[in-house]
């Protein structure tokens, strides 16, 4: 097991005995409500002018990095469920099987190409430089499990990028069956109709290790930027925002309503914007809320035992962010000078220095325990756990960061009767979408989520993502 894993020596006993357990939020805070927060769309022609001009003097100024969050296992994807769809577009690209990584799972073909969900990524950042005439570096936040997997596809690939990909690894953790309690709460994650077996399976056997290791957690994007020292290399070469996203939510572009929320962040001086939107009809993931006029994100679990649910919160956590380099100084009691310095000392001394203030910031980030499924060899699903921490939720690791919430459109704010609209009303309402996540092969299948995902793809593949004339 990695040694610097957050859970010391011996998790799974940890766990069992109580010591390493979900973080819940205190009381006091309250629920986001329907148009508390700026949304995209609604910026006067002027105000959409002044964020855009910023913006794109920021990346034309050398200041911005981009970076995709590519280390997940797709854990709710399981390859024993492979649509037919999926298998055609697999062998159309010559793939065997599956891919270890959500990064490499195809997503539709165009022009003669499979397009994954890495390629759409990879291109709408080469594209959208080269619309502005710019240079940026691109991090790809990979897991050691698919590292090897995504340098082998990428390397046959010439996206046309302005210098070579910068690879940020994740550390692995050895999973563990979830108590009962926790697997119960985690019901969402699991299909309805083998979760009584998975109950049964946490009952007999909560805490016993499993043959499998995953991630733990996207707080480690920020615990491997410090620890790895690329915080310093990329503030050594004038970065001072990076951009990053999950990797199943294509309709994220990189456009120019990206550059005028890089602008909104840059007028406004906060530590990261947050896109957020309407939570989609059944749709998990962490809520915006508010504590003492300070916005904060929180995951599902952490609103367990508390007055309200996440889904009490009108806005969900897009997992779209824009964050400034100065907020790893609060988080990690360090500061960007401090992480310059480290450049040029010796490489044992720098090693040491910015594990431990890796470490000093994962201890302060709440714990969060999701448990996810999981196939035994002889095909059971299971509930399995590494405790993790969320880079969302590094809002609530320190009271001085300072979160903006940026509200933009979802695939329910298309509306349900998106299939049947003529086509000039579906196209107006997709090309606002901005969050369309991909959790699991329902979604993947979903009509509505395919049309505006395949869409936007094509915008990305075909069309200019920022309109001229550039200011």
């Known amino acids: 097991m990695n040694s610097n894993h957050p859970c010391g020596s011996d998790p799974a006993q940890r766990y069992l005995s109580g010591q390493l357990r979900q973080a819940i939020l205190q009381p006091g805070f309250e629920p986001s409500r329907a148009g508390s927060v700026p949304h995209v769309d609604a910026l006067t022609p002027s105000e959409r002018a002044e964020y855009i001009r910023r913006g794109v003097q920021l990346v034309r100024s050398g200041r911005v990095a981009f970076s995709i969050l590519a280390a997940g296992a797709a854990s709710r994807m399981d390859p024993a469920e492979l649509p037919p ?9 010559g793939l065997l099987q599956l891919p270890a990584g959500k990064a490499l799972v195809p997503v539709l073909e165009h022009a003669g190409t499979v397009w994954t969900y890495l390629d759409l990524f990879l291109v709408n950042v080469a594209r959208f430089l080269k619309q502005l005439d710019a240079a940026a570096p691109v991090l790809l936040f990979v897991s050691s499990a698919n590292r090897d997997e995504t340098c082998r596809y990428l390397a046959e690939r010439p996206y046309e990028l302005p210098e070579p990909i910068w690879y940020l690894e994740q550390p692995l953790a050895r999973a563990f069956v979830a108590r009962l309690e926790d697997a119960r709460a985690a019901e969402r994650n699991f299909p309805s109709e083998e979760f009584p077996q998975v109950l049964e399976y946490s009952r007999q056997n909560a805490g016993q290790y499993l043959p499998c290791e995953k991630p733990a957690g996207h707080g480690e994007f920020l615990h491997q930027l410090v620890a790895s020292g690329m915080a310093g290399q990329l503030a050594g070469r004038g970065i001072r925002y990076v951009a990053v996203r ?32 309407q939570r989609p009809l059944g749709q998990k993931g962490g809520a915006l809320i508010r504590r003492n006029e300070r916005w904060l994100l929180a995951e599902d679990p952490s609103f367990t035992g508390s007055t309200y649910s996440a889904r009490d919160s009108y806005y969900i956590n897009n997992a779209v962010a824009i964050l400034d380099l100065s907020l790893l100084g609060k988080l990690y009691e360090t500061s960007v000078e401090e992480l310059l310095r480290w450049n040029d000392r010796p490489l044992p001394e720098r090693t040491a220095a910015l594990q431990r203030l890796a470490e000093r910031g994962r201890s302060r980030f709440p714990t969060l325990v999701d448990p996810k499924p999981f196939r035994l060899p002889n095909g059971r699903l299971v509930a399995a756990v590494v405790p993790e921490t969320n880079m969302w939720e590094s809002t609530l690791a320190d009271d001085r960061v300072r979160l903006l919430p940026w509200a933009v459109d979802s695939d329910q704010d298309a509306g349900a009767d998106l299939l049947s609209l003529p086509q000039p009303e579906q196209e107006r309402r997709i090309l606002r979408v901005r969050f369309c996540p991909v959790k699991t092969w329902a979604d993947y299948l979903d009509p509505r989520k395919q049309m505006i995902t395949h869409r936007l793809a094509r915008r990305i593949l075909d069309e200019r993502l920022v309109e001229p004339p550039v200011p």
């Open 85 to 93: 769809q999926v298998q055609h577009l697999l062998k159309r690209s």
């Open 246 to 277: 999950n990797i199943d939510n294509v309709a994220a572009l990189v456009d120019e309503r990206w550059l005028a929320a890089l602008g909104y962040l840059d007028l406004h001086q906060a530590d990261l914007l947050a896109e957020v939107s």
